[in-house]
């Protein structure tokens, strides 16, 4: 056994882990497009609805917080994060409260993505990922107007409507 034994590339890797072990090498930069925060950066996060600041010191919260999506870099961020949440928990309340038992048309509310208007879909045998599903368009379409086309399609879309500037 020895270094024989590896590939020409595993060899390579292998003297640039020593090298870096030695300090010769720096770090490389996070290459994600999700990055977590570095020790000692500030960051927000959303507790019991109010937008919080807190240091990143890689403790357990952090770390928990992290693992639930609930650390932003801005409060613009956060408060966004936080309406999104209130725009979710609405619907599916709406769902829960007058969805029909009877009927399962599997309703989703979408969006055309060609005229940024919302719009209902039903898939009678098939129910979307992390969607709210009303039990007939009826049911869909009240929750549109009981929750507001504008902040479905702001942010649960991610779109402005039209009348926003």
Known sequence: MGIK????AEEKEFYRLVEKMNGKEPDKKQNVKVNKPQISEG???ISNGIIAESIWTNDHLDEARWELGNIFFTEEEAKFAREKRKVEVELKRYAKEHNDEKTTDNCHVVMNTGTKEIDISSYWVLQVAGATCFSNREIANDAIEEVGKDRILKYIFGVESEGEE
Not at 5 to 8: P, Y
């Open 5 to 8: 034994n590896l590939t020409e």
């Open 43 to 45: 960051y927000f996060y």
